[in-house]
């Protein structure tokens, strides 16, 4: 499929046989050793929402190297450190007041179950050592994301090495949790009264906080939760005096159209987690928000949060991040995400609303699945051995299109899928050509099935 020869290579890379090395990039289009030109579909994962060689971040990029790459944040903070913590919460946005800048999505999820660790004992609650999250979750592959993840396949390997302090509930995807014949306000219902019972299961004031994706993103593939839900599960939270952590390392940023997923779910965080569209992509940079209530309760305790890593607040990091945050208001991009999300989503119906083997198209703004089953009426998934999202993936990329598949499972809890998480520039006409690729792919990795 690749065109060009295979490769030998002393990385240890994914998969078996070394992918082809990208050399270039511009707008939405990768292009790999050798010239080929391939659709970005999904921004790697859900990353690269400038696209590729944005002018005015390489530039903010440059101009900081020359000017200082790197400060200890043991001894200094930085011009482009204290821009982009005022940009990020200076207005405070749904009460977040204050920021902690790391360098990726793992280590902002760490930092926030740490930070809410430490909260729970500046405000004398040292009981409180247990974290709720969901099922077919994804926060991160360092030991502590790993455990608040719930990913089974991903978990199991490590399983001896993960804490005990997490325990998961069940995710708001309604194409397979909701029953039939209840309607959106009863799935919540439930929902909210399998946390409750969780809670009361753990001891109410052994529970720290409830983590969540507000868009669940790589595990089960966009999972928008039904109206009221993050309400429901704010009540209980606060009834019990727990946070509620969102992790918006994928959906956040303006991926689904809003800067933070929240906005669009009448609820805000106590703590927040952002990465992949803080920087596009151009620097590596991830950053939990933090409410009021917890900095306020840390600055009156013992004044600091104990952590550290050594690039913290990474001058470049944050200068690169700040030129994309500053590109998409000033571009109006999150007005992109909303009409050419709709252009998508009505794509994607159209080419894949009566396919036999497509049971679930879902998302928000340019975050969008769909769900591969075998049999659309009983829901179940492809054999999982058969790896239908891989043969998604080479038939994608042999048509030029980068996608992001995951695989389903053998229990049929869900189906292989394909998340699309185009670049916020992407032209009605490049939306157009990802479902035209992802629709001939798709056919052909079920054509190629045993
Ligand atoms: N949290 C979520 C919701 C993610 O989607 C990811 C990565 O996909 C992470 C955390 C981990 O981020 P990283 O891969 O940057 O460590």
């Given amino acids: 499929m690749n065109a060009l020869p295979p490769r030998t290579s002393r990385i240890m890379h994914r998969g078996a046989v070394p992918p082809p090395i990208a050399v270039g990039g511009h707008g939405v289009w990768l292009v790999e050793q050798g010239g080929r030109e391939i659709l970005d579909a999904s921004g790697g994962a859900a990353v690269s929402c400038l696209g590729h060689g944005h002018p005015r971040v390489i530039e903010a990029i440059k101009r900081q190297a020359e000017t200082l790459a790197y400060a200890h944040t043991g001894f200094f903070s930085s011009e482009p450190a204290e821009a982009l913590a005022e940009n990020l919460v200076g207005h405070e946005p749904g009460g977040l007041a204050a920021v902690y800048f790391v360098s990726g999505g793992s280590e902002a999820v760490e930092a926030a179950l740490k930070l809410a660790r430490q909260y729970v004992l500046e405000i004398g609650q040292p009981?409180?050592?247990?974290?709720?999250?969901?099922?077919?979750?994804?926060?991160?592959?360092?030991?502590?994301?790993?455990?608040a993840g719930g990913n089974a396949w991903r978990r199991e390997p490590y399983a001896p090495l993960l804490s005990p302090a997490f325990s998961h509930v069940s995710p708001p995807l309604a194409y397979h949790e909701q029953r039939p014949g209840e309607d959106e306000a009863g799935f919540v219902a439930r929902l909210a009264a399998e946390l409750e019972a969780e809670f009361q299961r753990l001891g109410p004031d052994t529970v720290a906080a409830f983590v969540a994706e507000t868009v669940g993103g790589a595990t089960a593939g966009c999972v928008t939760a039904p109206a009221g839900y993050y309400r429901a599960m704010r009540e209980v939270c606060d009834r019990h005096g727990a946070l509620l952590i969102l992790d918006e390392v994928m959906c956040g940023m303006g991926r689904t159209g809003t800067l933070h997923a929240w906005e669009q779910e009448g609820v805000s965080p106590d703590i927040q987690t952002v990465a992949k569209g803080l920087g596009g992509g151009y620097q590596p940079i991830g950053a939990v928000l933090v409410s009021?209530?917890?900095?306020?309760?840390?600055?009156?305790?013992?004044?600091?949060?104990?952590?550290?890593?050594?690039?913290?607040?990474?001058?470049?990091?944050?200068?690169?991040?700040?030129?994309?945050?500053?590109?998409?208001?000033?571009?109006?991009l999150l007005a992109n995400v909303v009409a050419m999300g709709e252009r998508l989503e009505q794509g994607l119906v159209e080419r894949f609303g009566n396919h036999r083997h497509v049971g679930d198209i879902r998302g928000r703004g340019l975050f969008r699945a769909i769900e591969l089953v075998a049999d659309r009426g009983g829901k179940a998934a492809f054999e999982p051995g058969h790896k239908l999202h891989l043969r998604i993936k080479q038939e994608a990329f042999a048509r030029g299109l980068a996608c992001y598949p995951s695989g389903g499972t053998a229990d049929g809890v869900r189906g292989d899928h394909v998340l699309l998480a185009p670049p916020f520039i992407a032209s009605p006409a490049e939306i157009d050509l990802i479902v035209e690729r992802l629709g001939e792919a798709v056919d052909a990795a079920i054509a190629s099935l045993p």
């Fill in 292 to 332: 009021r209530k917890v900095r306020d309760a840390i600055a009156a305790g013992t004044g600091a949060f104990q952590h550290g890593h050594t690039y913290l607040a990474h001058p470049t990091a944050c200068a690169a991040a700040l030129a994309v945050q500053t590109v998409l208001r000033e571009e109006n």
């Fill in 127 to 147: 009981r409180r050592t247990h974290f709720i999250a969901r099922r077919q979750s994804y926060h991160g592959n360092t030991l502590g994301a790993l455990s």
